[in-house]
């Protein structure tokens, strides 16, 4: 993982990758992150997302920092790169760098611990504070299937997500339920408001950009199989 692509403005862009010798091609890549109380299922539901698992000793996934899924949206492949906070949360240690880059984010409470989505606003200020402004944000009411011990009434969140221009979803990282539902709607309005900058930038282009994008090279998995081979932004550069 370098620097141009967490913090260089180059994820979301459009790129080409190819991977051994050109099976793969991804037209973007978008850095979600996610934040939220400790222990409401962040690493949980993002397993559910790009593994489809779900692991009740979530220890084990501690200390990886992202993982992909690659979807396709309105006919573009795109690489989904969700971050995981690997525990910092539990000491607020979360960093800017850690937002940096970030086109979308999940901000997660658990159904069940009142005190969770009591502390979503002081993480909705975080982001606000650390991403960039145009950053598209989904609330997650996870732990949905116990519908039993449910601490957080919806319409509470519902009301919180609407005066904050959130998305609003309730998933169970367990049974699957809306996870895919939710990370879709994510990707998608990320997808759309990426469209629209480009077609601002497009409209604005300037040599600086077009010195901006040439021949940026990405380590996406920081493996070193992958190249950026293109970037088709260039192609209506004239410099
Ligand atoms: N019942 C239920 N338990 C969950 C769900 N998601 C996570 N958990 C459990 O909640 C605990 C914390 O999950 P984890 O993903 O590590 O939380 P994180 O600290 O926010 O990353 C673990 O014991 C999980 O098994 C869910 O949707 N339903
Ligand atoms: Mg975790």
Redesign the pocket.
Known sequence: MNAEMNGGGVVGKKVVVVRNGGDEKIDYVYKVVVI??????????LSRFTRNE?????KSTIGVEFQTRTLTIHSKIIKAQIW??A?Q?RYRAVTSAYYRGALGAMV?YDITKRQSFDHVARWVEELRAHADNSIVIALIG?????EEKRAVPSEDAVEFAENQGLYFFE?????GDNVEAAFFKLLEEIFSVVSKKTLDHDAAKSDADCLMLKGLKIDIDGGPELEISEMKKLSSCSC
């Open positions: 939220g109380d400790t222990a409401v299922g962040k690493t949980q539901v779900f692991c009740f000793d979530s995981d906070t525990g949360e997660v996870n732990k949905a299937d116990l998933t169970s990282a367990l049974t």
